[in-house]
C-alpha cells in the first residue's frame, strides 16, 4: 500500500485540525494503522494506532482526550482529529501501516510503510 497524508496547516493554539491519510495499491483494512510525529529538533514519536477494523485504538499519554485517531476502510483512509492543539503539537505529522504490526503497537520499527508527512504547524 502506498499512503498520502494531508490536510495539515497553521492553527492558533486552541484550535482543531484534522488530518487524513489515503491509501492506494491495497485495502487498508487488512493494515494496523499508526500516526507518528516528528517536532522540529525531535526524533519522530508514536501518536496514536487502530486497528483493523477501528474497534481497538491505543494513544500516547499527552494527546489522549485531545486527538481521536479513527478510520473508515470503505474510503481507504485514517484520520486524525486533533483538538486543543498547543504549541507542542508543531510536527510534520506521518502515517504508517504495516499488515503484521501488533494491534495497539507504539514501536514504530513495526510499521514497514510510511506517508510522506503533513506539516502542522500551532501557533500561540
Known amino acids: 500500500v502506498q499512503l498520502q497524508a494531508s490536510g495539515g496547516g497553521s492553527v492558533q493554539a486552541g484550535a482543531s485540525l484534522r488530518i487524513s491519510c489515503v491509501g492506494s495499491?491495497?485495502?487498508?483494512?487488512?493494515?494496523?494503522m499508526g500516526w507518528f510525529r516528528q517536532g522540529p529538533g525531535k526524533e519522530r514519536q508514536f501518536i496514536a494506532t487502530?486497528?483493523?477494523?477501528?474497534?481497538?485504538?491505543n494513544y500516547v499519554d499527552f494527546v489522549k482526550g485531545r486527538f481521536t485517531i479513527s478510520r473508515d476502510n470503505a474510503k481507504n483512509t485514517v484520520y486524525l482529529q486533533m483538538d486543543r492543539l498547543e504549541p507542542e503539537d508543531t510536527a510534520v505529522y506521518y502515517c504508517?501501516?504495516?499488515?503484521?504490526?501488533?494491534?495497539?503497537?507504539?514501536?514504530?520499527?513495526?510499521?514497514?510503510?510510511w506517508g510522506q508527512g503533513t506539516l502542522v504547524t500551532v501557533s500561540s
Open positions: 495499491g491495497d485495502a487498508m483494512r487488512n493494515y494496523i
Open positions: 504508517a501501516a504495516d499488515r503484521f504490526a501488533r494491534t495497539g503497537s507504539t514501536n514504530q520499527v513495526e510499521y514497514r510503510t
Open positions: 487502530i486497528s483493523r477494523g477501528g474497534g481497538s485504538t
